[in-house]
């Protein structure tokens, strides 16, 4: 099957309710996964002679950082980038306490700044704010679930479009 063609769940017109993926083939496909696509021995585990690139979760302020009992779930479901309290890359430490170690935030700042000033001076004032506020889709090419594939519509699920747009829940 290739990616353009519809999977057999949308054949049937069912609505995917559960699937055979767990947190840890998250975490695995995103560590050893991604060293074995990039055909790399030296990364995707901790062992000697390879590269030590550590990303360490921590967050006590978070409300769904404990308890932790499912380290997995906790970093594919929950941690977000404002757990990541500690980077290390190669042996370097590049983020520690959640902050960036060695880098000029101020003058990396500055350059993309500059990069959208520049972009919004060639492209125009009418094209750059056409492209922050693009078009809605019609009521007809919205789904109420983007995972269910039949064509079921009701007013009820229109609530958060209508309070986000300011815009009548159809039917």
């Given amino acids: 099957m290739t990616w353009a063609e519809p ?94 170690v060695g880098v000029d935030l101020a003058r990396a700042r500055s350059a993309v700044e500059s990069t959208v000033e520049y972009l919004r001076s060639t492209l125009g004032e009418d094209v750059w704010q056409a492209g922050m506020h693009p078009d809605l889709p019609s009521d007809d090419k919205v789904l109420d679930n983007p995972y269910t594939y039949t064509e079921f519509r009701t007013a009820a699920t229109r609530e958060a479009r209508e309070s986000i747009f300011g815009e009548a829940a159809s039917s």
């Fill in 7 to 100: 999977g057999p769940w949308q054949a049937s017109q069912d609505t995917v309710t559960s699937a055979h993926l767990r947190a840890e083939h998250v975490v695995d496909w995103a560590t050893r996964g991604g060293a074995q696509v990039l055909r790399r021995d030296d990364l995707g585990s901790l062992e000697p002679g390879k590269k030590a690139d550590l990303i360490l979760i921590k967050n006590d302020d978070s409300p769904v950082s404990f308890p932790l009992l499912n380290p997995y779930g906790h970093v594919a479901f929950q941690a977000q980038r404002a757990d990541v309290d500690t980077v290390i890359i190669d042996g370097r430490i590049v983020k520690r306490d959640h902050k960036l």
